[in-house]
């Protein structure tokens, strides 16, 4: 999930992906590209959310980019 500030929308959104209950399991991982606005710090301790920074100039296209780089990285052969 790419972000970029919106710290109330984003607490919102992880808190319906953790109420999800057609998996067993669910790896959060939220592209933050460089909040200023507590975002950051509010992800930082949370234990079970994977965070992947950006300096600010990966906008939407970049921040799904870096996500699916991530994605495929851990991804087996099959998937």
């Given amino acids: 999930m790419p972000v970029f500030n919106r710290l109330p929308l984003t607490q919102r959104m992880v808190d319906c992906l953790r109420a999800q209950k057609v998996l067993e399991t669910l790896e959060i991982v ?17 234990g079970d959310i994977t965070v992947l920074k950006g300096d600010g100039t990966l906008w939407w296209g970049g921040a799904i980019q ?4 991530y994605a495929f990285g851990k991804a087996a052969p099959s998937d």
């Fill in 30 to 46: 939220v592209i933050d590209d460089g909040s200023t606005d507590g975002t950051g710090e509010w992800l930082a301790e949370r």
């Fill in 66 to 69: 870096r996500g699916l780089h």
